[in-house]
T-cell receptor, first 116, second 113 residues
Framework: DSGVTQTPKHLITATGQRVTLRCSPR?????VYWYQQSLDQGLQFLIQ???????AKGNILERFSAQQFPDLHSELNLSSLELGDSALYFC???????????????FGNGTRLTVT | SQKIEQNSEALNIQEGKTATLTCNYT??????LQWYRQDPGRGPVFLLL?????KEKRKERLKVTFDTTLKQSLFHITASQPADSATYLC????????????FGTGTQLKVEL
């Protein structure tokens, strides 16, 4: 068990809808990372937060947004959903603000999003 | 363009043999490289980290090498077991690249009895 909790595990929704994915990092970890994994793209970095502030951005669509709250949990909001947004969404956490020499990422087990 | 390439085809080996997985990269200057294991429906699990100034790291039956001249990392599992069957991902942390890890697409390993 990585200590990272993601909810819900599965989400089925229709095109055009909006969903919120939630992540609770490991106890003591200040950084939260969001990744998208689809069959043809592998794990793609979306965004990182450290102690409530955005630290790094990847190929995150404008329809997607995230935030980290004072209790350090994070939410990823996906809006105007398209069929191509169907994927596994992973959250990971680490103690510090960079994936540094001694700081591997600890991943949750993901939220599987299916857009119909 | 930047690329991280891992064997796209599944690697099938016999129990007890050594599995060797390859990670090649282009147009990156990684400060370090990490290897993760991912089982179906689960999140990746960290295995090993190696820095750019290190040639080799070991942990139990696992060994990783890092050749910045060849732009390649090799990941070895000795005395492989069926329980080692999974997808293995390499990930680069780039010097000056900010806070993200960039992952390869992974190699599926199957260890047969």
């Amino acid at each position: 068990d990585s200590g990272v909790t993601q909810t819900p595990k599965h989400l089925i929704t229709a095109t055009g809808q909006r969903v919120t994915l939630r992540c609770s990092p490991r106890s003591g970890d200040l950084s939260v990372y969001w990744y998208q994994q689809s069959l043809d793209q592998g794990l793609q970095f979306l965004i990182q937060y450290y102690n409530g502030e955005e630290r790094a951005k990847g190929n995150i669509l404008e329809r997607f947004s995230a935030q980290q709250f004072p209790d350090l949990h994070s939410e990823l909001n996906l809006s105007s959903l398209e069929l191509g947004d169907s994927a596994l969404y992973f959250c990971a956490s680490s103690p510090i603000d960079r994936a540094a020499y001694n700081s591997p990422l600890h991943f949750g087990n993901g939220t599987r999003l299916t857009v119909t | 363009s930047q690329k991280i390439e891992q064997n796209s085809e599944a690697l099938n080996i016999q129990e007890g043999k050594t599995a060797t997985l390859t990670c090649n990269y282009t147009n990156y200057s990684p400060a370090y490289l990490q290897w993760y294991r991912q089982d179906p429906g689960r999140g990746p699990v960290f295995l090993l980290l190696i820095r750019e100034n290190e040639k080799e790291k070991r942990k139990e039956r696992l060994k990783v090498t890092f050749d910045t001249t060849l732009k390649q990392s090799l990941f070895h599992i000795t005395a492989s077991q069926p329980a080692d069957s999974a997808t293995y991902l390499c990930a680069l942390g780039q010097r000056g690249g900010g806070n993200k890890l960039t992952f390869g697409t992974g190699t599926q390993l199957k260890v047969e009895l």
